[in-house]
């Protein structure tokens, strides 16, 4: 069931028992129907003497059944509270977790084109509205739906023309809310469209508030927010007011069906059809249905809240994603670290990439601001997939690799990839959460992070906040490149990996470098670093330009130097 065509599956057990728990609901309030006919009616005894004590003893007992029929219609109303929210909560559960599987599918470039405020949307809102669609819209539904049609079939055969009135009220307030559905479903989008503005306005505000603040653009900032906040507030309005009618008809025509079966009724027993007894029973059954009525109202306003927020979703899982754990995907296999770039193009960023990066190498990307080589190195960790062509590690095309395990056998450092909130050690072993003290001890040597655990509070299990805010530039790097080498992976891509460092991380990176025995990707504008190198790969404009030998850039970058000039790399093939 549901508004997006296979968004969620209700399971056929729930249905069934959220049926019979209505059943049941229906007799306990046809058996007070009958009782309280019978208790009213010997109110007013038509016989005396012996007989009429009789009828007065059988009258209480009546009463005291319809306390013990009171206990279970409670009891079964309870349970149909348990039952539907229970269900809705499973299913959103699951819901939630196959969304969180498609983020999980998704490259950073794909998540560049998204609002966050958008995605949170999709994870909170839509899939608590979602939620309450299914256990007070569906299940409710169903539930109210029994219960409605099961007493008032039965009614019909203790007075027709008193049920009937009862059906007339009720078809005549569901109508009127079935004429303000289009609206409702109107401004649910627009005020749904506003609350997605203003939370990426506020997402971004968290994390640019620096930015703010510096470039003095608060009160320009706080205008822009209170102009957002003022159309949420008008749409949520809208939207109250639509609900407001919604319910007000419902909580209406509860009331007037009273009136109505009173009238009808009045008629009855001048007729001489109905006593009074039954009537009264009528009157507060009929009352006693505005619950269900009323529920059905709120069924109705969720579905319009609903349809919305199924259809967000359903359009979140139609975007693009990779499969993570597809059975025709091979986890990745690093032997040599021969890798090959096979005519790359990404689509607005690389064109036509020809490269090959020889086992044990260190090849330094370099070249302009926006020349592409964040991208080519995002290849390599599967944070950017290709347009047209392949890359090829040791034979083996990474598109047709799992993604989590190319994380076990590509160390990657990034300026997209920021610290996580947790201790350093977690942060340390994130790509590894079982590594032993002996590893974690290996990888802080290597990457020479004594020192900065030393500078730290708590050392290694000092707290580290949501992006590393509470550490400065240096630590979050010198921190950022351990966790690049924990499990020793074969292969590193390194992005601009000693921006921000001092000289002492600089000079533990350097050293890290010369040690390593797999092969490396380094993106760097500075030229100690690309002197390192064993190749060097010079882009412009999204193309390879050029191609040097270690030894050739070293030769060019001497002669620049005795000219005293700066080296300037071949910008067109």
């Known amino acids: 069931m549901g508004a997006a065509k296979g968004l969620f599956r209700i399971p056929r057990r ?40 009789a009828a007065f003893r059988v009258a209480l007992g009546e009463v005291a059944l319809l306390g013990v029929v009171a206990l279970v219609h409670g009891w079964l109303r309870s349970r149909e509270f348990s039952v539907t929210e229970a269900v809705g909560y499973r299913i959103v559960r699951d819901l939630r977790m196959k969304m969180y599987r498609h983020l999980q599918g998704m490259t950073p470039r794909q998540l560049q084109g998204r609002a966050r405020g ?12 979602t939620r309450m669609w299914i256990s007070h819209g569906i299940l409710g539904g169903i539930m109210a739906a029994v219960v409605l049609v099961g007493t008032l079939g039965v009614l019909m055969f ?85 609900r407001g009618y919604l319910r007000g008809i419902s909580t209406a025509f509860s ?6 079966v009173l009238t009808v009724g009045m ?13 009264v029973a009528f009157v507060v059954v009929a009352r006693q249905l505005s619950g269900p009525v009323h529920r059905l109202g709120l069924a109705h306003d969720y579905w319009h809240r609903a349809q919305v927020s199924e259809q967000k979703i359903a359009e979140y899982l139609r975007s693009s994603s990779r499969p993570i754990d597809r059975l025709s995907l091979e986890r990745m296999r690093v032997r040599k670290g021969d890798i090959r770039f096979d005519s ?21 990307v370099t070249g302009p601001g926006g020349a592409g080589k964040s991208t080519l190195l995002g290849l390599l960790a599967r944070m950017v997939e290709p347009t047209e062509g392949s890359v090829i590690v040791d034979g083996q095309p990474l598109a047709q690799t799992i993604p989590d395990s190319v994380a076990r056998r590509v160390g990657v450092v990034g300026p997209d990839l920021p610290l ?22 290996r990888v802080v040597r290597a990457s020479g992070l004594d020192d900065v655990l030393a500078e730290l509070p708590d050392g290694i299990n000092t707290w580290v906040t949501e992006g590393g ?33 001092d000289r002492s991380g600089k000079d533990a990176f350097i050293a890290l470098l010369r040690r390593h025995a797999g092969t490396a990707v380094l993106a760097t504008h500075d030229p100690q670093e690309i002197a390192l190198a064993d190749a060097v790969v010079v882009m412009a404009g999204g193309r390879v330009t050029q191609v040097l030998s270690g030894d050739e850039y070293r030769d060019q970058l001497w002669l620049a130097e005795r000219k005293g000039a700066p080296w300037k790399p071949a910008l067109v093939s």
């Open 255 to 260: 009331l007037i069906v009273v009136g109505v």
């Open 14 to 53: 729930s249905i069934v028992i959220v049926v019979v728990l209505g059943i049941g609901q229906v007799i306990t309030l046809v058996s007070f129907v009958l009782l309280l006919r019978s208790v009213v009616n010997a109110l007013v005894p038509a016989v005396v003497g012996e007989a009429a004590e």
């Open 469 to 501: 805010r509470n550490l400065s530039v240096s630590q979050r790097q010198r921190i950022a490149l351990a966790r690049a080498l924990m499990g020793n992976p074969p292969i590193l891509v390194l992005d601009e990996p000693t921006d921000g460092l």
């Open 420 to 441: 996580m909130r947790g201790t350093v050690r977690r942060n340390i072993t994130y790509a590894l959460p079982d590594a032993d003290d002996d590893e974690v001890e």
């Open 118 to 129: 958008g995605l949170l949307l999709r994870f909170l809102g839509d899939l608590s509205m």
């Open 267 to 279: 008629f009855e027993i001048r007729r001489g059809t109905a006593s009074v007894g039954l009537v």
């Open 344 to 364: 790359v193009t990404v689509s607005g960023a690389l064109h036509d990439i020809v490269l090959h990066v020889e086992p044990g190498q260190l090849v330094a």
């Open 158 to 242: 203790l007075s027709s023309w008193m049920t009937l009135a009862i059906l007339a009220a009720l078809c005549t307030g569901a109508a009127l809310s079935l004429a303000a559905g289009r609206a409702m479903r109107r401004a649910t989008r627009a005020m749904r469209r506003r609350r997605s503005l203003v939370m990426s306005n506020i997402d971004e505000q968290l994390n640019a508030h620096a930015v703010v603040q510096v470039f003095g653009r608060s009160a320009g900032e706080f205008a822009r927010l209170s102009r957002q906040n003022d159309a949420l507030t008008r749409a949520l309005i809208r939207v109250a007011r639509l």
